[in-house]
């Protein structure tokens, strides 16, 4: 048992709602918005998290409440009508069924959106001023605008109270419309909503107000607001304590969500959502120092990642509620495990950000570890018993045969699980050499410890053969054996060495390096600064734009960071050509892929990634006996039906991950789950 | 008759005289007692009853023990009467009639030699030596010697000289009974005579189950038991009733775990507290474990606890209440009675309680919560189920009674299984919500009777500003208080345990229930099985749940403490071993992969412990799970085949 555990499961009481426990989920936008409306996917997402325990699960980050605040860019939720009402109702009595209690946000993006999407208009502000961020340049908004958004957001707040939420928030923070008036950083007027403070809190209380006004006293409204914004010309700690304050004594505002930032450019977007490299819960400081000084009550989040540190905040007083969001994505049924003694079974977010990642390049939120988080119609987060009971073997302890092995003994099978490495891991070991990514390593921590507690019968140190693998009398055979380094095909690529050689520790280079990388992830990035923090001179290339070109927002201003800061040269628009020794030292070709201009560097060790090939052989001795000759029924597999072959007059032999086609972590484990869910 | 046989009725006769005389030295100790009210007529009517019905039933646990005693005392006492009638002129000359005291004099040689053959050459560890160690040798002595001469008798005299052996042998084995009569093994005979019939608890006798700690007067003078002088003076008789065997203390989870509580040896100790100039030093069985040293002195005007005294505070507080020892006693002792009115004194005159439970009291004391804790939050657990108040409700059938349990993570989860099982079964329920109180089990039994009284006067006049027809509790020590110890200050409920309402619920078709198909062993809450005789209910839901149930080789009546009770994990004595942990081995050792639990201390206890071990699960757990698996039957799929 957790300390302070009894801390998280009281029951909070705002206006008459009672919350059943401490731990929420805060709006976001997942990406599975459909026309503008929350509907299946979206509803199943949350109202899993309500099977699993969560006492306030808020949807909808962003959703709009006019028209000239955009839905579509992030598939995102629009209260801008009346339509969505028969959804909202829908959506809360599923997640009521189960007990918990659910909300909206509700805001106007103001600036911080696109004009060339949905229905064209102009993006609105306080004051002409560009955002980095969206890169538009918005209309000062006159007091017609300001009439009418007042209005459209009480209408909003209107429709979530008729659509039988339990109630809603603001945005104020990350800034939108509400604290771009706020923010002197964006905020130029000179009527009686800029100036002073008191005049730039005008806007929003108008908001407030109306919106009070249109759903009843007795309807629980927050506001999700910036505990300092951490910008020079913007709001400091102090300005956003007395904005809360002020808020909180009008009595416009049951509770505040507080969070640590803003996100008006990559940095600090970032910054304010927190991944792996951030120390747990960095910005709690902001909400206890906030709690001090009002009497609504307090939610944060802001990587949260473990019960234990929700529980402290709420035990110690900093918050009242503590928000784990991305916690829930990797794991929606983290109160129940808590509340029914199975903690330690608890799949704990490592910090990666692919949730966030993938939304802000127009993606749905998935989670790199639990492959049935968004996909609740089709994928269980519960794994059924099958009804018949196989012999399975898993060749192959990386994430991909892990998962598989997983959810075979889950299904009641009978799992033996090959590895030749000593340890469980796979790739992610390798990964988690690399600086702040250490926490991958929480992933196949997790899945060994489930496997181990399935009794799967785990053999590592051992490699597999075909007689070892025969010798088991598997009803089904799924190869998990990964994928190892290619060294691309530039002329002399067998002078390179990999990104694995350097993080293993299989080559250690000192002096000049040329890192060069086709795929644009985290493995050459964080490579890169491994290399430089051990004293390397790095220049990395890439024939992509910009380096860390396909790494999310979320992380690449990290890596960007890191890279600078370490004196990393960044030489995008390049292409590794050729590689030759000179001496004792080798000279890399690069060309300009713009220009065509040829340039020659060198230097002690070129280091290459171009991602992994399959591990095949083994796959290649079996393939003969088995039953389906590897082959997997891709259709049966998308229908979420079974494999075609039974197995009983042989084995049927699948592959799984890197194995099959050298892809990541998620795919690696959505591929075990699909296939194995059903056998 | 021949001479022999005539000396041999003086001999019983003058051993007789021997024998009142010596008793009669112990009656005077016993009148140091407070008065009792005992119903003398009654008791002395029902004594052949008791002794033969009652008693028996607890010695027959033990068949070679019984045949044993049946055989040794059913000899010792004809016989001897049967002698005495032998002065009657008539008898004592009828040959059959020797003949038929031979018979019953060779009865009580069989048994004289069994007891030997139980204590030769090696006596088990539960029994004492000693004085005990004689026994069988002045029993044999004294059953031979008789039978030779009534043997003689039988005869007319033709083997004159055994009849004269047969005379001294008897006489010194006699002797030798009657002179230890006041000190020896043969005091239980008359001492557990007058215990019967004078009983404190006769009801015990009657089919009642009587486990209800009796209330005190606080404006007494002396509040609990100081000195042997502050017993009743039938509580002194029972402990001299005591014969030693040892049955309590092999049924004592504490003494089994090494914490210093024997409750043999405190019966002793207490008996010999009431001697003047009294001294442990006769004692023979085995010790307190872990004994903490003490002067080992008593009187019956001197304090009975304390290291000078004769009994180590430590003992008084290393017992959990449990009754198993009270259960084993052929002599119908009341140890549990004893250790609290004990407790009492030391908690109420004295503020000597141990450390870590004064808080608690305290705590009760003042905000009616042993941990302080705010009373609406007990509640809390429900959150996000529908709970109704019945305050708000005007009234309910069954007013849900959540105890101390609902505060605990871990019960909690017990409780929102039984919530939602009582909506499935549209149970017309509500809970007193912030009104409820503590119940006041855990002051009363660490000896705190003042806030017991008062919470449990509090308690009845808010559920007397209620109408509900039953009180539904899922805690045993809340049914017992509420069942059996609120009528002495005025509020009588009917209250019934979670797991029997289940089992009416499910009978009455009200839960559907699927089967489970796993293996269980239920183990027994003291206050559910001992306290209150309820072991087949749980039982029965279980075998309804379709589970494959094996017992544990402590089950029922006869269960073993989870260690949870009588305060025991506040007192938090130190032993050798843990009890839960002793109970979950037993619970490992059937092979089931769950135990199952019906009381939120037991659930706290076993669920402490570590390692490998059956999973701990509420019955109403288990139910809910029944009934979810009535309600997802697994979809049959088509298996596709390869055509």
């Known amino acids: 048992m957790i300390a302070n555990a009894d801390a998280l499961l009281k029951p909070l009481t705002i206006k008459g709602l009672t919350i059943r426990n401490r731990v929420m989920s805060t709006s976001h936008a997942p990406g599975y918005g459909k026309d503008g409306k929350p509907q299946e996917r979206y509803q199943l997402y949350h109202e899993e998290k309500a099977k699993g325990g969560i006492g306030l699960t808020m949807f909808g980050g962003s959703s709009s409440v006019a028209i000239d605040s955009p839905a579509a860019p992030w598939a995102q939720i629009s209260v801008a009508d009346d339509s969505v009402i028969p959804h909202f109702q829908r959506f809360a009595e599923r997640v009521h069924a189960h007990g918990a209690k659910l909300m909206i946000q509700l805001t106007h993006m103001g600036r911080r959106t696109k004009w060339d999407t949905e229905n064209w208009f102009p993006t609105l502000s306080s004051s002409a001023r560009r955002e980095p961020a969206s890169r538009t340049i918005p209309r000062a908004m006159d007091k017609n605008d300001i009439r009418r958004v007042v209005k459209a957001f009480a209408e909003a707040a209107r429709r979530c109270k008729e659509g039988g939420l339990d109630g809603c928030e603001i945005s104020a923070a990350h800034g939108h419309l509400v604290d771009q008036f706020w923010s002197p950083s964006v905020n130029e007027r000179t009527d009686e909503y800029g100036g002073s403070l008191e005049n730039r809190m005008r806007f929003g209380k108008e908001v407030l107000e109306a919106m009070r006004e249109a759903a009843g006293d007795d309807y629980v409204i927050g506001m999700r607001m910036s505990g300092d914004e951490m910008i020079a010309d913007g709001l400091s700690h102090e300005d956003c304590v007395a904005i809360a304050s002020e808020y909180a004594r009008a009595g416009l505002v049951d509770f505040l969500n507080v969070v640590g930032g803003q996100a008006r450019d990559e940095l600090s977007h970032a910054i304010s959502l927190p991944n792996m490299s951030f120390p747990v819960a960095p910005f709690l400081f902001l909400p206890s120092a906030i709690k001090r000084e009002v009497d609504v009550p307090i939610f944060h989040a802001q990587r949260v990642t473990d019960l234990a540190t929700g529980a402290r905040a709420v035990a110690e007083g900093h918050v009242d509620m503590i928000a784990m969001t991305r916690a829930h994505i990797a794991d929606p049924h983290l109160v129940k495990k808590l509340t029914e003694g199975h903690e330690d079974d608890i799949r704990q977010c490592v910090g990666a950000g692919y949730c966030i990642d993938r939304i802000y390049v127009g993606g749905d939120a998935l989670c790199i570890q639990n492959a049935a988080t968004g996909r609740e119609a089709t994928m269980p987060h519960v794994i059924p018993k099958a009804e018949t009971t196989r012999k399975v073997v898993v060749v192959g302890a990386g994430p991909g045969g892990l998962e598989a092995a997983r959810v075979c003994a889950e299904r009641g099978h009978s799992v033996v699980l090959f590895e030749k490495d000593d340890k469980a891991g796979g790739q992610i070991n390798i990964a988690a050499k690399a600086t702040w990514r250490e926490a991958l390593s929480g992933i196949p921590r997790w899945l060994f410890a489930q496997v181990q507690k399935k009794g799967v019968d785990i053999r590592l140190g051992t490699e597999a053969t075909p007689d070892k693998v025969l010798a088991e009398n598997p009803d089904v055979v799924i190869m998990a054996t990964g994928g190892l380094p290619s060294l691309g095909h530039a002329k002399g690529h067998e002078h390179a060495v990999s990104t694995w050689d350097v993080l293993t520790g299989k080559v250690e280079p000192t002096g000049t390096v040329l890192l060069y990388d086709e795929i644009g992830g985290h493995n050459a990035a964080s490579t890169a600064e491994v290399l430089a923090k051990r004293g390397c001179l790095v220049e990395m290339a890439t024939h992509d734009l910009q380096v860390a070109q396909e790494v999310g927002t979320t992380n690449k201003p990290i890596h960007l960071r890191e890279l600078y800061k370490l004196g990393v040269v960044m030489s995008p628009n390049m292409e590794l050509i050729e590689i030759y020794p000179e001496g004792n030292r080798l000279v890399a070709a690069l060309r300009n892929t713009m220009t065509g201009a040829e340039e020659e560097r060198v230097v002690d060790r070129v280091v290459v990634d171009y991602g992994t090939l399959p591990v095949e052989g083994l796959f290649g001795e079996l393939r003969g006996r088995s039953v389906n000759d590897g082959e997997t029924d891709l259709e049966a597999l998308v229908a979420g039906r079974p494999q075609r072959w039974t197995g009983a007059d042989g084995f049927a032999l699948y592959r799984v991950g890197d194995a099959w086609t050298g892809r990541n972590i998620h795919a690696a484990i959505y591929d075990s789950l699909r296939l194995c869910k059903d056998l | ?643």
Request: aromatic share 6%.
């Open chain 2, 1 to 643: 008759m021949t001479s022999s046989a005539l000396s041999l009725a003086y001999v019983v006769l003058t051993l007789a005289v021997i024998a009142a005389v010596t008793a009669g030295r112990r009656v005077r100790l016993w009148r140091v007692g407070r008065p009792a009210a005992v119903n003398w007529l009654h008791g002395v009517m029902a004594l052949p009853k008791r002794y033969l019905v009652d008693v028996h039933h607890v010695v027959g646990r033990d068949p070679f023990a019984a045949r044993m005693h049946a055989f040794v005392a059913g000899g010792l006492l004809g016989g001897s009467a049967l002698v005495l009638l032998t002065l009657v002129p008539a008898l004592g000359g009828s040959r059959l009639y020797w003949a038929l005291i031979a018979v019953l004099f060779a009865a009580m040689l069989i048994g004289g030699a069994m007891v030997g053959r139980r204590r030769y050459p090696q006596k088990p560890a539960r029994l004492s030596g000693g004085r005990f160690q004689v026994l069988p040798l002045l029993l044999i002595g004294y059953a031979t010697g008789a039978f030779l001469a009534a043997l003689d008798a039988a005869l007319a005299g033709t083997v004159w000289p055994l009849g004269w052996l047969g005379l001294w042998l008897a006489a010194a084995g006699g002797l030798g009974l009657v002179l230890q009569l006041d000190r020896g093994p043969m005091r239980h005979a008359f001492a557990g005579a007058l215990h019967l019939v004078a009983h404190p608890r006769d009801g015990r006798f009657e089919g009642r189950r009587e486990t209800a700690l009796l209330p005190i007067d606080l404006d007494a003078p002396r509040l609990g038991t100081a000195t042997p002088a502050d017993f009743a003076w039938n509580r002194l008789v029972g402990f001299d009733a005591c014969i030693q065997c040892g049955r309590c203390e092999v049924a004592c989870p504490a003494f089994a775990a090494g914490q210093p509580l024997n409750p043999k040896r405190l019966i002793q100790d207490l008996a010999a507290a009431m001697v003047p100039g009294g001294t442990n030093a006769n004692y023979s069985g085995s010790p307190y474990p872990n004994a903490r040293p003490v002067a080992g002195r008593g009187g019956p005007e001197q304090p009975i606890v304390g290291a000078g005294a004769m009994i180590h505070p430590d003992t008084l507080w290393s017992c959990t209440t449990c009754r198993a020892c009270v259960e084993e006693c052929p002599m119908m002792i009341e140890h549990v009675d004893a250790i609290v009115s004990l407790r009492r004194f030391q908690t109420l005159e004295l503020g000597a309680v141990p450390e870590k439970a004064a808080a608690p009291l305290a705590e009760l004391r003042y905000a009616d919560e042993p941990q302080g804790r705010p009373l609406k939050a007990r509640t809390d657990f429900a959150a996000g189920l529908d709970l109704p108040l019945i305050g708000a409700k005007g009234s309910a059938d069954i007013l849900l009674w959540l105890g101390e349990g609902a505060y605990d993570l871990r019960y909690g989860r017990s409780l929102r299984a039984l919530v939602r099982l009582l909506h499935l079964a549209k149970v017309d329920f509500a809970v007193l919500g912030a009104e409820e109180r503590d119940c006041g089990d855990v002051a009363r039994r660490l000896g705190d009777e003042a806030t017991f009284q008062r919470l449990a006067r509090e308690n009845i006049a808010t559920l007397a500003t209620h109408s509900f027809r039953r009180i539904l509790t899922a805690d045993p020590h809340a049914l017992h208080v509420l069942r059996n110890e609120y009528p002495a200050f005025g509020g009588s409920y009917e209250v019934i345990h979670h797991a029997a309402f289940l089992d009416e619920l499910v009978a009455a078709g009200r839960l559907d229930v699927g089967a489970l198909g796993i293996g269980v062993t239920y183990h027994d809450p003291c206050y559910l099985g001992r306290y209150n005789g309820e072991i087949d209910a749980p039982r029965r839901l279980l075998d309804r749940l379709g589970l494959s149930r094996v017992e544990m080789e402590r089950s029922g009546k006869r269960s073993m403490c989870c260690g949870g009770g009588g305060g025991a994990p506040l007192s938090d004595i130190e032993g050798d071993r843990r009890i839960p942990d002793i109970r979950m081995a037993q619970a490992s050792a059937t092979g089931a992969g769950i135990v199952a639990v019906a009381c939120p201390q037991c659930t706290a206890m076993l669920e402490g412990v570590t390692g490998n071990r059956p999973e701990v699960r509420d019955v109403a757990e288990l139910v809910l799970d029944a009934v979810e698996a009535a309600r997802v039957k697994p979809v049959a799929r088509g298996v596709e085949t390869v055509t």
